[in-house]
């Protein structure tokens, strides 16, 4: 009689185990990699490319990115932030470099700059 339930017992434990090493040996293959650029850095010190076209400093781990045909690469926050830049990329660039020198003279000037740390939802309390 016990050999009767240890098989039982076997026999339904073994299908989840199954499933379980296999879905060990599939996720990380379909998790989103990022990119590897090579020696290349990306532009803007891995900021989001269409947040500093928009006004704002947006920080990104660089898993969307694009390079340019001059081998430059731009991070993104998401993939609709990276077509959006898309649209118009060099317009888009030239306004995220003017609102980093605006950025770059306000600080110069003592004037306070506002990062993301300054509207996480700890600082509007």
């Known amino acids: 009689m016990t050999d009767m339930t240890s098989r039982r017992l076997i026999s339904r434990l073994t299908l989840p185990v199954l499933l379980a090493g296999m879905l060990a040996m599939v996720l990380p293959a379909t998790a989103p990699a990022m990119e590897d650029h090579g020696d290349v850095e990306a532009e ?4 989001c490319a269409m947040g500093l076209a928009d006004g704002q400093m947006v920080k990104t781990d660089c898993s969307v990115s694009w390079t340019d045909e001059d081998g430059k690469v731009y991070c993104f926050s998401s993939e ?3 077509a959006a ?4 990329p060099k317009g888009n660039i030239a306004r995220a470099k003017t609102f980093l020198q605006e950025q770059q003279a306000k600080a110069a000037s003592g004037a306070k700059v506002f990062t993301e740390a300054d509207v996480t939802p700890e600082s509007s309390k």
Do not use: C, R, T
Request: hydrophobic share 25%; aromatic share 18%; no cysteine.
């Open 80 to 82: 609709n932030s990276k």
């Open 44 to 47: 803007f010190d891995e900021s």
């Open 85 to 88: 830049f898309l649209k118009d």
